[in-house]
């Protein structure tokens, strides 16, 4: 597998820089670089899957390990598009297949190299909109604050801020997740445990739906037992201020409403609080 995409990551490069296409043909032979690759990381899973020689632990093993290297392998390939591409939009197509997986100063980077004409593209001033909340709301800032109307039709009883909980003297993990989101839910039991363990004076969770209706928040709550405080029908309005553009992202807020630690994920979530926070 790793062969492959290395292989498939000169392809992509050799297809996107001949200086003797025209931008359209660079496009299409782009386009069916990414086909080609996602069908062969497809089939590569689909055989961990089916190998009835590994144990479940091997098969999702190797399974993490081929997917962390076509992310790398899909990452060159884009980040080549963009590099020949510079003023047209293929680097537009390419940036939106990778820019989730680059750091606020590789986007920079990457926006500054190209043609001012598509630093002013939809898509581009959004990324530069969203590195800016980042870059507000990075660890070691206070928090910011933010209204949500929870209720519509009731919104003198509904209406809750963030700093109604964030600030409080407490240390607060909170998770901004989605009912239909998978990754969401898997990380739940972890929430679950670390609540279990340590909710008490020190302590608290807090759940934040975004992206998701208010319904299908409620019934999936109360499916995957969350018991601890939640905010629903937030919408954009907090991805918008902290530059969530994914989901689940978890953060740990200390009492004093400082941002110590975001995006965490699976152990790392109880690590992180142990480090603050005795159990009870």
């Not at 089916?50 to 993490?64: P, V």
């Not at 680059?102 to 004409?117: C, F, G, K, M, Y």
């Not at 939809?122 to 604050?145: P, Q």
């Not at 409403?257 to 992180?272: F, M, P, S, V």
Request: with cysteine.
């Amino acid at each position: 597998m790793k062969k492959y995409l290395i292989i498939a990551a000169i392809a992509a490069l050799a297809a996107v820089s001949c200086s003797n296409t025209s931008v359209e043909e660079r496009r299409e032979a782009f386009k069916t670089e990414i086909q080609q690759f996602m069908e062969n990381y497809n089939e590569s899973m689909a055989a961990i899957k089916g190998d009835d020689s590994l144990s479940d632990e091997q098969k999702a093993q190797k399974m993490e390990q081929t997917t962390s290297a076509a992310q790398d392998s899909y990452k060159e390939i884009c980040m080549a598009a963009i590099k020949k591409n510079k003023d047209n939009d293929i680097a537009i197509d390419a940036l939106q297949n990778v820019f989730y997986m680059l750091e606020p100063s590789e986007l920079e980077t990457v926006i500054a190299s190209l043609a001012d004409s598509l630093q002013h593209t939809e898509f581009v001033e959004k990324i530069s909109a969203s590195i800016r909340s980042k870059r507000a709301t990075e660890e070691g800032k206070k928090f910011t604050d933010f209204t949500i109307v929870q209720d519509p039709q009731n919104p003198e009883t509904s209406t809750v801020r963030f700093s109604d909980y964030a600030g409080r003297g407490k240390y607060l993990l909170v998770d901004f997740w989605a009912s239909w989101c998978g990754p969401c839910k898997a990380e739940i039991p972890n929430i679950k445990a670390v609540y279990e363990k340590y909710a008490g004076e020190k302590f608290d969770v807090l759940s934040i739906a975004v992206w998701d209706d208010p319904a299908k928040t409620a019934v999936a709550a109360r499916e995957e037992g969350v018991v601890w405080n939640q905010i629903v029908n937030a919408k954009e309005i907090p991805t918008d201020i902290y530059g969530i553009e994914g989901i689940p992202h978890i953060m740990l807020i200390g009492p004093d409403g400082t941002i110590i630690k975001r995006d965490l994920r699976g152990a790392e979530i109880e690590a992180t609080v142990a480090k603050y926070v005795q159990a009870k």
